[in-house]
């Protein structure tokens, strides 16, 4: 009987504990409600995304033995965005913008200033194989974190939202070089699934 109450004792102590990591996981994820909100009349959104150098591609998917012409085609890719211009960070927030203006959480959205701002971190952009595409068909990859801070500094709300390959369209890798309109294409999916998902963390 003894050993029973202690057994009881300790399953109630990790419950315990396990519902406290859960709760706090929970408040981790914050929502912008309207009561944070509340005094914020106009918002601003910053132009300059933190970004990694280079983007993304599936090192853990390339298997001994690739063609040596794979990685120089991924190189290509590289060369494509610069010559392109294509920047993901400027997609990110067009689409961030863009999103904001429908919703219409804020009663005003100027170009600098107000009374809080919004900033992004893009911890990576990429391409990779997407699930049940033909062999050699990548999709885009984006994993992006949101920053609501006031005039003076203080963080209001944060939230990071990403997007898998199988959320976007998917093509044969040399047609990303060939075609770079479909680099752009695939990255602006991407870009509105992450927004997409950001925007359902705002009451």
Not at 38 to 57: L, Q, T
Not at 92 to 110: D, G, Y
């Amino acid at each position: 009987m003894q050993r029973n109450k202690i057994l009881s004792a300790k399953t109630l102590q990790i419950i315990t504990v396990l519902s406290a990591i859960v709760v706090f996981s929970g408040c981790a994820a914050s929502r912008l409600t309207r009561q944070a909100r509340a005094g914020i009349r106009s918002v601003s959104i910053s132009s300059n995304v933190s970004i990694p150098s280079e983007i993304e591609y599936f090192k853990d998917d390339i298997k001994p033995g690739s063609p040596s012409n794979f990685m120089g085609a991924l190189m290509a890719i590289d060369d494509v965005m610069r010559d392109t211009d294509l920047n993901v960070g400027k997609i990110v927030v067009e689409e961030f913008k863009e999103q904001l203006a429908a919703k219409q959480v804020f009663p005003s959205i100027v170009n600098f200033g107000g009374d809080a701002n919004f900033s992004f971190k893009i911890h990576f952009y990429g391409l990779r194989p997407r699930a049940f595409a033909p062999e050699g068909h990548l999709g885009g990859v984006l994993k992006v974190t949101v920053y609501l801070k006031k005039a003076n500094g203080d963080l209001i709300w944060k939230s990071t939202a990403d997007c898998s390959p199988e959320r976007t369209s998917a093509y044969l890798w040399r047609k990303y070089i060939t075609e770079p309109k479909l680099l752009r294409m695939v990255f602006e999916q991407a870009a509105h699934a992450v927004i997409s998902d950001l925007f359902k963390d705002i009451d």
